[in-house]
């Protein structure tokens, strides 16, 4: 069993800055890359920001300059530190892992169960 635990969402007002982490646990040989997702009300889950186990990063263009994703893969978690939060950034944001439980199984998507970012006056 697999495990993806996200903590760090909560309320703050525009401008602010919120870090949110996500630590997977369980039998796990060897992570792939790890990400970020958000889904706003009545909106697609869409992707925040990847980073792979080689160190290169992707950020959608609309958090590019202010959230900033990193890993620790002896403890096999993702953070992504939120700055110069805005309203449009509210959403639900889940944890994402491509991994793999052996050094025989392929590669699976695995999602936590996702962490609430409200950003209002």
């Known amino acids: 069993q697999v495990q993806l635990v996200e903590s760090g969402g909560g309320l703050v007002q525009p401008g602010g800055s919120l870090r949110l982490s996500c630590a997977a646990s369980?039998?796990?040989?060897?992570?792939?890359?790890m990400g970020w997702y958000r889904q706003a009300p009545g909106k697609e889950r869409e992707l925040v920001a990847t980073?792979?186990?080689?160190?290169?990063?992707n950020y959608a263009d609309s958090v590019k300059g202010r959230f900033t994703i990193s890993r620790d893969n002896a403890k096999k978690t993702v953070y992504l530190q939120m700055n110069s939060l805005k309203p449009e950034d509210t959403a639900v944001y889940f944890c994402n892992a491509v991994l793999r439980t052996t050094l025989y199984e392929t590669y699976l998507q695995h999602w936590g169960q996702g962490t609430q970012v409200t950003v209002s006056s």
């Open positions: 980073i792979f186990n080689g160190g290169s990063i």
């Open positions: 369980g039998s796990i040989f060897s992570i792939n890359d």
